[in-house]
């Protein structure tokens, strides 16, 4: 089983749900999700979502939660991970477009 840490980015992030990256867990891996960033880069206070998304439902990890200006939320880490399966991604949107920036590292593992 290969493991292998991987780090993905999303600036200007707006108004639509946004996979990190672009990042989708692809056939026959598993991803675990070890840090979620999401930054507020505009000049007012915002409000951003996040969802585990499996491209026909979505599970928040966060809903509406404020962001000052100038702000980080850390919505995973420390001790906290989210296991993605295959077709799984985890997705970003703010109230304000282009708004926020998104980091997104995990460990990829083959099955």
Known sequence: MANLFKRFTSANVGTSFTAVGGYTVPAANVGTVIGLS?????NVGVN?????SNGTSTTFIIKSAPV?????LVAVGGDQKVVMGVGD???VKSDNATSVDAILSLLESTQ
Do not use: E, H, K, R
């Open 48 to 52: 951003i979502d996040a969802v585990l």
């Open 89 to 91: 991604s985890i997705q």
């Open 38 to 42: 999401i930054a507020n880069t505009a």
């Open 68 to 72: 000052s200006v100038g702000g980080t």
